[in-house]
């Protein structure tokens, strides 16, 4: 290669570099794959961003619905303080819910759960600022799968997303429930038949158990159960009732979506 030749390439090849440094960086949309050049928080294009129905203010201070509740004053016994959702289970949400669920799409993992620190964040602003006499130990755990579904599927996405939200805060984690028996998908029952097919379906783990007794005999502690999808609570309320039967621990619900 002669001397003109190698310094009309040089001269390319910096033409090149000086376009790539000049023109914006585009990004992929984890929800659409779309492209996109200006990144907020969340790895999502403008549109896909829009369409999110965050969950900005409760009528139900207990489950944290942004409509009237029937199902709390129902409810013969809460178990659980309140529960806080990030977003409202719309088609677009429950279509980003199923490709995470069913079809093991791992990067909407890191995205699901980062949505889940505004559920977390509105605990708090609702809780107040605490004085250091209100100190307390926080703790994330989730709703166990039965050995059944998790063969299905794979994982467990309450798991996921709640290692995704320790991950974001910092908070540890702890498997303290059991699923000691299979149950079909709540999906598809009524409010009795969730309430019936509950019962006895949690316990907790013996290990877990003996390190929250003596934690709690030294701290106060506040414990969430994550879950992706908060229907009547049912589900909820049940895991608060075998925890806080074996625990003095007041128990918190973040899900996804309500």
Request: with cysteine; aromatic share 8%.
């Amino acid at each position: 290669m002669n001397t003109g030749v190698r310094i009309s390439q040089w001269l390319s090849d910096r033409l090149k570099q000086a376009e790539m440094l000049l023109s914006p960086s585009r990004y992929s949309c984890i929800a659409c794959n779309g492209s996109y050049t200006k990144r907020g928080e969340l790895p999502l294009c403008n549109t896909c961003s829009a369409a999110i129905p965050w969950i900005l203010h409760t009528k139900c201070e207990c489950c944290g619905r942004p409509e009237s509740c029937g199902d709390c004053s129902r409810r013969k016994e809460t178990f659980f303080v309140q529960n806080r959702s990030a977003v409202s289970y719309d088609p677009i949400m429950k279509e980003w819910l199923g490709i995470f669920k069913y079809r093991g799409h791992e990067k909407l993992r890191a995205l699901l759960g980062k949505m889940l620190l505004h559920a977390y964040h509105m605990h708090h602003r609702q809780m107040g600022p605490s004085s250091p006499a209100e100190a307390y130990t926080e703790l994330l755990t989730y709703v166990p799968l039965s050995e059944r579904r998790l063969d299905e599927r794979g994982f467990n996405q309450a798991q996921q997303l709640t290692e995704e939200l320790s991950r974001l805060t910092g908070i540890p984690v702890i498997g303290l429930l059991e699923r000691v028996r299979h149950t079909d998908k709540q999906s598809f029952k009524t409010r009795g038949d969730r309430l019936a097919d509950l019962q006895g379906v949690f316990a907790i783990n013996p290990t877990a158990l003996s390190i929250l007794q003596e934690m709690t005999a030294r701290t106060t502690v506040r414990m969430y159960i994550i879950d992706d999808v908060y229907t009547t609570g049912s589900t909820l309320n049940e895991c608060a009732k075998v925890i806080t039967m074996e625990l003095d621990v007041a128990v918190y619900g973040i899900s996804w979506a309500r």
